[in-house]
């Protein structure tokens, strides 16, 4: 008998699970220098900030934190947070900004280029 298995393709959004955190802040300030941080940004072609948002959401995994997933009407800048559990034991914490860059003319755009700025931490169980 022969068993003919389809591929599957695995991403690490696999391996993240939403857990939300509560004071968040007070969560992100207590780690101080002991987390494992990383920086990087992403250029994402959107129309709006709440659809980068969106998207950002759904391609992590992750859990918005506090409420932080809808910005405000027709704010020009929007600080989210977010949180999970990768591989069932690491936590991991996300704070970013979305935010339009400046435009040098005054021509409508159909799309904004957000810049998105992550910036992350990795800690043990016992933080929180």
Known sequence: MHC????ITVSPIAFM??????Q?????????????TSRAKFNLDVPDI????AKVIAASGMAPCEGSHMP????RAHMFMLSGVYCGKS???????ASPPCCRDRRPMRAVRLPLTL???VFPNSCW
């Not at 003919?4 to 591929?7: C, D, F, R, W």
């Not at 802040?25 to 101080?32: E, K």
């Not at 709440?50 to 948002?53: F, H, I, Q, R, S």
């Open 17 to 22: 699970v939403p857990a939300a955190v509560e």
């Open 119 to 121: 910036c992350h931490v």
């Open 91 to 97: 936590k991991v914490l996300v704070r970013a900004q």
């Open 24 to 36: 968040f802040d007070r969560v992100w300030t207590s780690l101080g220098d002991s987390a494992e």
């Open 72 to 75: 405000d009407d027709g704010a």
């Open 4 to 7: 003919l298995a389809k591929p």
């Open 50 to 53: 709440a659809t980068t948002l």
